[in-house]
Each structure stands twice: as C-alpha cells, then as structure tokens.
C-alpha cells in the first residue's frame, strides 16, 4: 500500500466553462458518471483511497458548496478531507496550492499528489509513488500514446495528399496527475516569483524546469478519461467505467428493478 505520509490535493474549483451548460447548476467534478451517476470527484477518492491514502485537500470556488454538502468531512468514505477555498488573491490551480501551504496544511507530509479534479484513470498509484520516491522533485503522468479528437490532414503544395481521422501519436501527454515532494514544491512557490495566482501545469512546472529542479517522467500506458468537455463527456463509456475502476456498484442493493 502507499505511503500514508502522502497528502492528496485534487483542484476541483474550476467554472467548467466547455461543460455549459450543466456547469450553470453544477460544478463540473460533480458532473455524473458511470452506471452508477456517481461524481466525477467520487471516483477519483474512491480509486486513491484504494491505496491506502486517506488524506485528501480539495481546492473549491465555484459553487463549492455542492462538493462540500456532498462529501463533508470525508468520514462517508472512509477517508480525511479538507477544503481550501479561492480567496483573494490565491486563483488559479497553483493558487489553491498556494493558499494549502499557508495555511500549514501540508506541513506534517512528505509528499502530494496531485490528481485534477476531471480525470479519471485506474493508474497504480503504489508504482507512481515508488518511481517518485527514487529522487525527483516532481512526478510527471504522462501517457505513452495520445489519440487526437480530430482528423489529421498532410498537405503538400496547397493538396491534402493524406487524412487520418483520429490518429493516435506517439507523443507523451499529460495526464492531469502528478507527484510532488512537499519540500521542492514549498520551494518552488515561494522561490520562483510565481505569486498566488498561476496554473500548475502551464506556468509551475515550467518554471521548475527552467529553475534546474528535478523533474521526472512515470509513463503510463493504461486508459483515461479526461472529463474537461461535453465532447469528452459524450464518448465515455459509462456502462463499463465500473468495470475499468474495478469499484462495485453497491448503490442500488436495496432497489428492485
């Protein structure tokens, strides 16, 4: 089982603006999947909780109360959770981590894992953190392959001479889950000028590797669904998302049908 030294944070606060208009009455790690239209955000602490972490930090903004009213204290699902709100002038992603530090809220961990609050995947965290625990200031999730959404075209001399719909790359994408060792990371907020609002992937990141820190690859080769969309949100398989998990629906035990 993993480290219990390891803290989860999930950014959950997000306007979930390519998902309206659902997202005009719920927020989007809210949003139903599955057979059993459970939360996005429930499956995520139900797949982690699996590995022995019980700590988890959701980031909140938009209509948090949903998330807190559903999920309390944790104590339903056998786990710890605390809330940090957006609050001026923490914003963004990296904002919520931002604001985690300062209220001492990490202090105690070695560790945090990262997981957004949009992505589902039944990655081996066990194996994650183990790679990570080999040196690294941060641990990158990264897909071995990436299936674009939309057809590919080859042009040469003004003529489309190949169309490919929906190729897969051999490019390593990220996931929207990563590992960072608290200490780097306090580190790297508070010593790179990146200030209480900035993105974790697109603007922490980047300036931890421009900054020489460690930054390591866990290439990992199993299904995901990124849940960032409508569109995406329409092709998911809900029938088999359970199965894919390996979570049983116990939900309807007392329901006949």
Same mark, same amino acid.
């Given at each position: 089982?993993? @480290?219990?030294?390891?803290?989860?944070? #999930?950014? $959950?606060?997000?306007?979930? /603006? +390519?998902? +309206?208009?659902?997202?005009?009455?719920?927020? &989007?790690?809210? #949003?139903?999947?599955? =057979?059993?239209?459970?939360?996005?955000?429930?499956?995520?602490?139900?797949?982690?909780?699996? %590995?022995?972490? +019980?700590?988890?930090?959701?980031?909140?903004?938009? =209509? %948090?109360?949903?998330?807190?009213?559903?999920?309390?204290?944790?104590? +339903?699902?056998?786990?710890?959770? /605390?809330?940090?709100?957006?609050?001026?002038?923490?914003?963004?992603?990296?904002?919520?981590?931002?604001? $985690?530090?300062?209220?001492?809220?990490?202090?105690?961990?070695? *560790?945090?894992?990262? %997981?957004?609050?949009?992505?589902?995947?039944?990655?081996?965290?066990? !194996?994650?953190?183990?790679?990570?625990?080999?040196?690294? *200031?941060?641990?990158?999730?990264?897909?071995?392959?990436?299936?674009?959404?939309?057809?590919?075209?080859?042009?040469?001399?003004? !003529?489309?001479?190949?169309?490919?719909?929906?190729?897969?790359?051999? #490019?390593?994408?990220?996931?929207?889950?990563?590992?960072? =060792?608290? @200490?780097?990371? &306090?580190?790297?907020?508070?010593?790179?000028?990146?200030?209480?609002?900035? *993105?974790?992937?697109?603007?922490?990141?980047? $300036?931890?590797? /421009?900054?020489?820190?460690?930054? /390591?690859?866990?290439?990992?080769?199993?299904? %995901?669904?990124?849940i960032g969309s409508i569109e995406r949100y329409e092709k998911i398989n809900h029938e088999v998302l359970e199965e894919i998990l390996n979570i049983e629906d116990s939900s309807l035990s007392y329901v006949y049908?």
């Amino acid at each position: 089982m993993a @480290s219990s030294n390891v803290v989860v944070f #999930i950014p $959950a606060g997000g306007e979930g /603006k +390519r998902f +309206r208009p659902l997202t005009y009455y719920i927020p &989007k790690s809210m #949003i139903p999947i599955g =057979k059993s239209e459970r939360p996005v955000l429930e499956f995520i602490i139900l797949w982690v909780s699996r %590995w022995g972490l +019980r700590d988890f930090v959701i980031s909140v903004g938009y =209509k %948090w109360r949903q998330i807190v009213n559903y999920f309390g204290d944790g104590s +339903r699902f056998n786990v710890n959770i /605390k809330y940090v709100a957006d609050k001026s002038p923490y914003s963004n992603t990296g904002g919520g981590l931002a604001r $985690a530090f300062d209220l001492r809220l990490l202090d105690s961990y070695d *560790d945090v894992l990262v %997981w957004y609050g949009d992505i589902v995947a039944p990655l081996n965290v066990e !194996s994650l953190l183990s790679h990570h625990a080999s040196g690294s *200031d941060v641990t990158l999730v990264l897909a071995s392959a990436y299936k674009v959404p939309v057809g590919v075209a080859e042009v040469v001399d003004g !003529s489309v001479v190949r169309l490919e719909e929906k190729p897969t790359l051999n #490019i390593r994408a990220t996931v929207g889950i990563l590992v960072f =060792k608290v @200490s780097s990371l &306090k580190r790297a907020v508070r010593g790179l000028g990146l200030g209480c609002d900035f *993105d974790i992937m697109g603007d922490l990141i980047p $300036a931890m590797i /421009k900054g020489g820190m460690n930054v /390591k690859a866990y290439i990992y080769d199993g299904p %995901w669904h990124d849940i960032g969309s409508i569109e995406r949100y329409e092709k998911i398989n809900h029938e088999v998302l359970e199965e894919i998990l390996n979570i049983e629906d116990s939900s309807l035990s007392y329901v006949y049908l």
